[in-house]
C-alpha cells in the first residue's frame, strides 16, 4: 500500500494527514501514487467534519518527483501523457478542495515533488529542508513544475531554479515565498498543528468560499478582482454562518458555527 491516511479529532472538528509512505523509492510520484493521492484528496472531502488536509511523507526526502522508470522509451506515449495528465489533476484539485490543503515538508522536494508543495495552500519546513527542479540536468525540463513555481515565486528566482537545477534551503524558500514557515525539525509537527488548529476554530463554510474566491481572483485583472470580490462579501453576508460570526463578535460570546451553505432565514 502506497499511502495510508490518518484521521484524527482536533478540537471540533477532524484533520486528514495523507503521509507519502514509499521512502524506498524516495516517495516518487508513480502512476500509482498518484492515482492514490487523488483518491486520498477527495475522500469524504465534503463532510463537514473534514477541515484541514495535511501531506507529509516517510523518510529523509519528501518528494523526489515523477518515477523516471515510467517515463523511459520501454512505455509508450500514451502512458507518459496519463502519468502527466493525473499529475496535473492532482495539483489543481489542491486548489479546488474546500479545505486548506498543508505541506509538512521535512526533506527534500525536487521536481513534481517541489511542485506539490508549491500547489499546496499553506506549506511549513523543517530547517534542513530543501527545494529544487533538476529535471534539466537529465535533458528532461521541469515544464509542469514551473506552472506551480511561477505562480509561488518570483519569476527571475523560479528561472534560475528551473535553468539551473540547484536547489533552494529552507530559508531561501521562505524568503521567497515558497513555503510559509520554516522550523527546527523537532518543531515541525507542533507548528503544523497549530495552523490546522486555527483553520478547525473557524466555519468550514466560510473557509470554503474564501479559499475558492482567492485562487478565482488571482488570475483576474484589478477591476473585475474587486467586482467579484465585493459580491462574494455581499453573497458571505447571507451564509448562516456570516451572520452567526457577526452576531457572537456583537455579543461578545464565541459563535457556535454550522459549517453549512445555508442562507440565514
Not at 500514451?78 to 515538508?105: D, G, N, R
Request: aromatic letters at 6%; hydrophobic letters at 40%.
Amino acid at each position: 500500500m502506497t499511502f495510508f491516511i490518518v484521521t484524527l479529532v482536533v478540537f471540533n472538528g477532524f484533520y486528514r494527514n495523507i503521509i507519502l509512505n514509499n521512502p524506498r523509492k524516495r516517495n516518487a510520484l508513480s502512476l500509482s501514487m498518484l492515482q492514490s493521492l487523488r483518491e486520498d484528496l477527495l475522500h469524504d472531502v465534503k463532510s463537514k467534519d473534514l477541515r484541514v488536509i495535511i501531506i507529509s511523507a516517510e523518510g529523509p526526502v519528501f518528494c523526489s518527483g515523477h518515477d523516471l522508470k515510467e517515463l523511459s522509451s520501454e512505455d509508450d506515449v500514451k502512458h507518459h501523457s496519463q502519468v502527466f495528465e493525473i499529475c496535473a489533476e492532482v495539483m489543481t484539485l489542491i486548489q479546488k478542495l474546500p479545505v486548506p490543503v498543508i505541506a509538512k515538508v521535512n526533506g527534500l522536494a525536487t521536481a513534481a515533488g517541489c511542485q506539490l508543495v508549491a500547489s499546496c495552500d499553506i506549506a511549513v519546513a523543517s530547517e534542513k529542508s530543501q527545494f529544487a527542479t533538476p529535471g534539466v540536468n537529465i535533458g528532461l525540463f521541469c515544464s509542469t513544475p514551473a506552472v506551480a513555481l511561477g505562480r509561488s515565486l518570483p519569476r527571475k528566482v523560479a528561472l534560475e531554479m528551473l535553468f539551473t537545477g540547484e536547489p533552494l534551503s529552507a530559508q531561501e524558500a521562505l524568503m521567497h515565498g515558497l513555503v510559509s514557515k520554516v522550523v527546527p525539525e523537532d518543531k515541525l509537527e507542533e507548528e503544523t498543528m497549530k495552523i490546522s488548529h486555527k483553520i478547525c476554530e473557524s466555519s468550514k463554510s466560510v473557509l470554503a468560499l474564501g479559499k475558492a474566491t482567492f485562487y478565482r481572483q488571482m488570475t483576474q485583472d484589478l477591476d473585475t478582482a474587486y467586482r467579484m470580490t465585493t459580491q462574494v462579501m455581499v453573497d458571505n453576508l447571507t451564509l448562516r454562518d456570516g451572520q452567526e460570526g457577526i452576531e457572537a463578535f456583537i455579543q461578545k460570546r464565541k459563535p457556535v458555527w454550522s459549517h453549512s451553505q445555508d442562507e440565514k432565514k
